[in-house]
């Protein structure tokens, strides 16, 4: 073998099993030796004289070799003996209780003698010899562990639950933990001074900077995955006023398994702080409608779209069809889908929702039962300079689609909309709520059940906030906020994916289904939490400018439209908003003369999404970004 080779895993083990084979062997014979060492007062020289020592020397291969049998049976030598624990301690005992059995059978079959006592001592010794032995191994691995890590992090948890619990255990057993856990906070009165595998609960979360600096606490580790988005914040300022590293447990979801691994605690992130309880979804209810059937999903490796082609192959579709316009996008995803679902039947197909008749080819050959329209343009300060593409992409796009889907007898048609289309102050969120009018007016006239989606930022969707924060903290600042007061909903992709399924299952057909985006976020606490995790100081380490609002953005965002009232639906988290009546005669007029409108007269179209959208309206305090140029050129 050469230098620097390592030994195969294989190899590794049949070494370890023979040294330890080995080491029984010698500990086999001298328990022996020792029980009757020790019966006889530890005289040797009577010893020598009887004939105890002269039979023990004849039967000793033949114990020896069934001893080993015996253990092998036991698994004794598949153990990992750095995690050895009471299991192991048991079947212990019983090898050595079977060993002393077999022991006084072969004595009696082979007429040889032994003092009365023998089996009984020859059992204890050698569950003690054999004990020590393999825990002495543990101890020598773990000590080994230790001198070759980076230096033991003393370690606060907080949380003396089950998470908790199963924290303690994997730092205190797994080789590849650098933490030793001295202390636990925990806010239940029941708990305080009581110990927790080993490890002392010494108050609340009120305790936390003391406590921290009594035990020399270098990192704090959060084991409470239920933990709503306010206790993580009270918790997290607490945890600032220490100098300590915060990191955290995953969300429930993710120790269904029962069980916590020492790659899943990671340093908290924000998300850990805007994450909510976790959504409980009807898996069979949208089974009904996803399972079994042909599934095409519109912007298919878009943030939203990735996420909906990943919940909709779990639940097993005849086909799915993923359908985007960039190539690598579509081609991520179906890498994805392919390594994570090789049973299922996926086309991935490259194309533009604009193009009306490649739209119609790929209903026409796949005949799809349920639609998922994601296929949008979405960033609010582009549109307002392209407005043009926003109405092309998303009202005309939505169109075809829609289209398409009542003359090849769709069963369901979802558009994903946005909290934008709500009272909307710019392009894209007028051309969304376009969207959510066509719906209607395609519901009225066709068998096909066309409902709409709507909710308000996702987490970590391309182009978002976060992502943005994150550079701007990385470069070294300034981070960059509109405004102190400007406020938003957010929501992790997959649960609004969750939600999106569960909606199409209650729909009907006319639907705009709205989803409870919970508490909303101030965007200037949200970048100085960001700071914050970053472990810096925002005013100090990290500057923070406000820029202004840009065109088309407003201080707040609405999930209702007035008048829209609200339905509730089994899930407490998806409510309905009623329909707004409008004559869908006259909006499809508007729609072709929306369409007839030349490119080159941006104010004649952002006019006649006023008429179309009576509640789209320029901000408080801003004016369109087209009235402002012509008054500049005056």
């Not at 050698?126 to 003393?154: D, I, M, N, P, Q």
């Not at 407005?387 to 092309?392: D, G, I, Q, R, T």
Request: neutral net charge; hydrophobic residues 40%.
């Amino acid at each position: 073998m050469k230098k620097g080779t390592r030994r195969p895993h294989s190899a590794q083990k049949t070494l370890r099993v023979t040294c330890l084979v080995l080491s029984d062997l010698i500990l086999i014979n001298l328990s022996a030796f020792l029980a009757l060492y020790i019966r006889f007062e530890f005289d040797l020289s009577v010893l020598q004289k009887t004939e105890f020592l002269h039979d023990m020397l004849v039967y000793a291969g033949i114990n020896s070799v069934c001893t080993i049998v015996i253990f092998r049976f036991l698994k004794l030598y598949n153990s990992l003996w750095e995690f050895a624990s009471a299991p192991e301690l048991i079947r212990i005992g019983m090898g050595c209780f079977f060993s002393a059995v077999g022991y006084t059978i072969g004595m009696f079959m082979l007429q040889l003698t032994m003092p009365r006592s023998f089996p009984v001592m020859y059992m204890l010794i050698l569950c003690l010899l054999c004990g020590l032995l393999r825990f002495a191994y543990r101890g020598v691995r773990r000590t080994r562990a230790g001198l070759h890590s980076r230096g033991e992090k003393r370690t606060m948890l907080i949380g003396g639950g089950q998470a908790g619990a199963m924290a303690v255990r994997e730092f205190q057993t797994s080789p590849r933990s650098e933490n030793k856990v001295v202390c636990i906070i925990d806010d239940a009165p029941d708990k305080l001074g009581s110990y927790l595998r080993g490890v002392k609960i010494v108050g609340g979360r009120d305790a936390i900077p003391e406590m921290a600096a009594k035990y020399r606490v270098d990192e704090i580790v959060l084991a409470i995955p239920s933990a709503s988005r306010k206790e993580k914040l009270q918790i997290l300022g607490r945890c600032h006023e220490t100098d300590c590293t915060l990191r955290t447990l995953p969300g429930i979801c993710q120790l269904a398994n029962g069980e916590v691994r020492i790659e899943q605690i990671h340093e908290v992130d924000i998300e850990d702080l805007l994450g909510r309880e976790t959504v409980k979804v009807d898996l069979a209810e949208v089974g009904d409608y996803i399972t079994g059937k042909t599934v095409l999903i519109t912007g298919g490796g878009g943030s939203i779209g990735s996420e909906l082609c990943r919940q909709a192959a779990a639940l097993r579709p005849k086909c799915l069809i993923i359908f985007d316009i960039y190539e690598n996008n579509a081609y991520d995803i179906q890498m994805e889908l392919h390594r994570t679902h090789p049973e299922l039947n996926l086309v991935v197909l490259i194309g533009s929702v604009r193009d009306r008749t490649r739209v119609m080819q790929v209903f026409d050959r796949y005949r799809p039962d349920v639609v998922c329209h994601a296929a949008a343009h979405k960033h609010v300060p582009l549109m307002e300079d392209s407005p043009f593409e926003a109405v092309k992409n998303n009202v005309f796009g939505t169109y075809n689609v829609a289209q398409a889907a009542d003359l090849y007898g769709t069963r369901r048609f979802i558009l994903i909309s946005t909290d934008k289309a709500v009272n909307p102050t710019n392009v894209m969120g007028a051309s969304k709520r376009l969207c959510e009018m066509i719906v209607q007016m395609m519901n009225d006239r066709s068998a096909t059940e066309y409902v709409a989606v709507r909710f308000g930022n996702v987490l970590g969707s391309a182009g978002s906030v976060i992502p943005l924060f994150r550079k701007q903290i990385k470069a070294g600042g300034p981070v960059t906020v509109t405004d102190k007061r400007v406020i938003r909903y957010f929501m992790t992709i997959p649960e609004a994916v969750q939600l999106i399924f569960q909606a199409g299952a209650y729909a009907r057909g006319g639907e705009i289904f709205v989803l409870d985006m919970g508490e909303p976020v101030r965007i200037d606490d949200l970048a100085r939490n960001m700071i914050r995790l970053s472990g810096l100081e925002p005013d100090v380490d990290i500057p923070i400018v406000y820029t202004g609002l840009r065109p088309g953005e407003k201080l707040y965002e609405e999930l209702l439209l007035s008048g829209e009232g609200m339905q509730k639906t089994k899930n407490d988290l998806i409510y309905i908003g009623h329909e707004i009546a409008f004559d869908p005669v006259v909006f499809e007029e508007n729609l072709m003369l929306l369409r007839a409108i030349p490119e080159t007269d941006v104010p004649a179209l952002r006019a006649k999404l006023r008429e179309m959208v009576p509640t789209f309206h320029a901000p408080d305090g801003q004016t369109c970004p087209d009235t402002a140029r012509k008054a500049a050129s005056v």
